[in-house]
């Protein structure tokens, strides 16, 4: 069930009032909430459920068999089994048609046709983010970063739980299985903040992303040979907002529907678009995800160990793979292979850069500024580093957004070739249309700790203070969002 | 002296554990809750809230619920589900409750509906003189005497249309180029 919908909010409204009720009987209650969690899961489609439950249990077994290894070679052994068998699984729902088809491809051209066994295969919905999290805790009791969890419950739960389950934040075993041994608690912060959270989550998805994606997005992607320079110009910056405020949106609803039920979760997004460099960028963006990345791909493959060219190349493949992930075709490789690139390119500008004076001090890096940054810098050049900076990390961004939106590698060309006809003037650039990029853009300079500070400030308010702006909330959302109910995009993932 | 001296020593140690505990929990949205935390208190009172909001929004969003009663219309009870909900929509909209919902969705409307035309004409509007002989003259005239054009709505090429879902879908995989 998708959260801005009735049936969520029913179904929450049971699964707070029961679960808290349980709150002095800690088993029944995780109990209860991982039979909620396939209750969640499963209201998309039941078989999934079955598959949820599989992982979770190759997890589990994996993590106790190495809790209770002697040997290092067994540990290593036993993870590579657990970690093959996950991406088995996801390679298997992801990759299964898109490598059939492209070996009945390879054949044809052959002239070797065979019969290949295609089937009809669904993705369940968030495949990728609970098998992250499983390879996640196998891979944290390997490291003996964590120690292996006894309870199957905890480990169901940890992957299961609904909040998180089908679009993440990836949530790490060494952040949540101690709060699932804790007591659970509900104090002021964690009200104010998941109410809070919930209606600016509902607000960006529901009115922003949803009206940017039905009024523009949807129908310039969709040919963009038909449109000119103006507006395929407006249309990726409001796909880099739509992507943005969807993903993001959920995250915050997911956050503040798990604080509301006494677990904390991280951050997954701090205001993106503000970054002056693509390092930087990936520090704000879809955080769980690139830390997973960084832990589990990036530093296998040996991180920044090997020198300037094995970073580099490490770098660069944990992008290019982060792009196979999203998916199957050629225009998510090439995104990822934009990222990687970048990267790539930046950290050889980056270490161009002379070393510091004395008196120097660290400032955050970007295009036309080092990392390192003199305390005698004139304010001006530092301030047009940065602009400069945000400008190129952000039209880099929208470049590989083009071809991560566009539905195939010729709609993609098509598109980044139109963006040089400005013959025309845009039929979308009007005046809604423009500000609600503009404002939405400009609300990534706000500052950081609004939300925060607006949490606090709702502390003390009372229940029918919480209940009017709750349901004014919604209702306002409800009155200014298009009709009907989009997916989340990154639920295909 | 010595009193001073504790309370400044026990101001520190707070001042380390606050920072330690921030670090601790860098990333997270909150800190901790800590042992006195009023639990049973906050659930009454988020329960208390969701009740509120559900009833603001029964009252004012009466059109959802009849809407959300539709998909039932196949189930037992179904139909007396949907008469319910409709006669609900009708006492609150002779109560003109709903009225404040249509009205955003109303400017709403207008606001996407709106041109540069229209913003550059609200801004460029200068109230006139008011002289009951005269009628009323445009605020721009075309030099060659014709009417002002109508003002174009934008219109999507029927080609650039989608014809399923607007959504994208799953990535289809395409061969290498």
């Given at each position: 069930?998708?959260?801005p919908?009735?049936?969520?909010a029913?179904?929450f ?5 029961i ?9 029944a209650?995780k ?9 969640f899961y ?7 459920a079955?598959?949820l ?6 997890n589990?077994?994996a ?5 209770l290894?002697?040997?290092q070679?067994?540990?290593?052994f ?6 093959t068998?996950n ?8 990759y299964?048609?898109f490598?059939?088809d492209?070996l009945?491809?390879?054949?044809a051209q ?11 295969i669904?993705?369940?919905v ?5 098998t ?8 944290d009791?390997?490291?003996r ?5 006894d ?22 075993a ?24 919930i ?6 998805k529901m ?11 949807d129908q310039v ?13 407006l249309a990726?910056?409001a796909?880099?907002v ?6 993001s949106g959920y995250?915050?609803i997911?956050?503040g ?5 006494g677990?904390r979760f991280?951050?997954?997004f701090n ?29 296998p493959l ?5 020198g300037s060219?094995a ?5 660069f493949?944990t992008m290019?793979?982060g792009?196979?992930w999203?998916?199957?075709a ?17 950290r050889l500008?980056?270490?161009?850069k ?13 295009y ?15 301030w047009?580093?940065?602009?400069l ?9 929208c470049?590989?957004w ?8 010729d709609?993609?060309l098509?598109?980044i070739k139109?963006?040089?006809n ?5 039929e ?9 990029v503009?404002?939405?853009l ?5 500052p950081?700790a609004m939300?925060?500070?607006?949490a ?19 209702l ?5 969002a298009?009709e ?10 | 002296m ?5 309370f ?11 920072q ?5 929990n860098?990333g997270?949205v ?12 906050n659930r009454?009172?988020v329960?208390?809230a969701?009740v509120?909001a559900?009833g603001v929004?029964a ?5 959802g ?6 998909d ?6 179904g139909?007396k589900m949907i008469?319910v909900s409709?006669?609900?929509?009708d ?5 003109r ?6 009205h955003?969705?109303g400017s709403?409307a207008m ?10 004409f609200g ?12 009628q ?8 060659n005497g014709?009417?002002l054009?109508?003002r ?9 249309k989608?014809?399923?879902p607007?959504?994208?879908a ?6 290498p180029?």
């Open positions: 069930m998708l959260f919908t009735l049936d969520f029913l179904f409204l049971a699964v707070f009032g679960s808290w009720e349980m709150r002095t009987r800690p088993e209650r109990v209860f909430l991982l039979a909620a969690s396939y209750f499963s209201y998309w489609d039941w078989r999934f079955a598959l439950a599989g992982s979770s249990l190759i589990y077994t993590g106790r068999l190495i809790g290894s002697g040997t070679r067994e540990r290593k036993l993870l590579g089994i657990a970690v068998l991406l088995a699984i996801l390679g298997f729902f992801k299964y048609g490598f059939l492209s009945a491809h390879v054949l052959a002239g070797l046709e065979r019969d290949l066994p295609f089937l009809e669904i993705l369940p968030g495949i990728s983010f609970f992250f999290q499983g390879i996640s805790y196998v891979t009791v390997y490291r970063q964590i120690k292996a969890v309870s199957p419950l905890d480990v169901f739960l940890y992957i299961s739980f609904f909040p998180q389950l089908v679009a993440g934040p990836i949530v790490r060494a952040d949540f299985l101690p709060q699932l041994k804790a007591e659970p608690r509900l104090d002021r912060s964690l009200v104010s903040l998941g109410i809070l959270l209606l600016v989550g509902l607000f960006k009115v922003i992303a949803n009206y940017l994606a039905s009024e523009l997005v992607f969709f040919d963009p040979s038909a449109f000119a320079g103006p507006d395929l110009a990726v910056y796909y880099a739509q992507i943005y405020c969807d993903f995250s915050d997911a956050i529907v798990a604080a509301l039920l677990y991280r951050w997954n205001q993106p678009y503000r970054a002056a460099s693509l390092k930087e960028f990936w520090r704000r963006w879809h955080i769980s995800l690139s830390e997973w990345l960084r832990d589990y791909l990036y530093k040996g991180g920044s160990r090997g060219f970073t580099t190349r490490n770098l493949l290019v793979l792009g196979i999203h998916g199957a050629w225009t998510f490789v090439i995104w990822g292979l934009i990222h990687g690139t970048s990267l790539a390119v930046e500008v980056m270490s161009f002379t070393a510091p004076a004395p008196s120097a001090a660290v400032a955050a890096g970007g036309g500024s080092g990392t390192i940054v003199s305390l005698d810098e004139p304010e001006e050049s530092w047009f580093s940065r602009t900076g945000v400008l190129v990390t952000f039209h880099i961004v470049l590989a083009i071809f991560f939106r566009a539905e195939s590698l709609v993609a098509a598109y139109g963006l040089t400005w013959s025309a003037p845009g979308f650039t009007q005046p809604f249309l423009v500000a609600l503009a404002a939405s400009a609300a990534h300079f706000l950081g939300v925060m500070s607006a606090k400030a709702l502390e003390p308010v009372g229940p029918i203070g919480l209940g009017f702006l709750l349901g004014f909330g919604i306002l959302i409800k009155a200014v298009p009907g109910t989009a997916p989340f995009i990154y639920f295909q993932f | 010595s009193f001073a001296l504790e400044r020593r026990k101001q520190q140690l707070l001042e380390h554990e606050v330690h505990a921030r670090q601790a860098k997270f909150s800190m901790p809750a800590d042992c006195g935390t009023d639990t049973k208190g009454r009172r329960l208390f969701l509120i559900g929004l009252i004012f969003n009466s059109g619920l009849v809407q959300y009663s539709y039932f219309a196949d189930s037992p009870g139909e008469e409709e006669s609900w929509h006492m609150m909209s002779e109560s409750m709903t009225e404040f919902i249509d955003i969705r709403i606001a996407r509906e709106s041109s540069w035309q229209d913003l550059t801004f460029a509007a200068v109230p006139a003189e008011p002289d009951s002989s005269t009323p003259q445009p605020l721009i005239v075309p030099a014709e009417s054009p109508e174009k709505e934008h219109q999507v090429p029927e080609a650039a989608p014809a399923g607007i959504m994208r799953s990535a289809r995989p395409s061969y180029n």
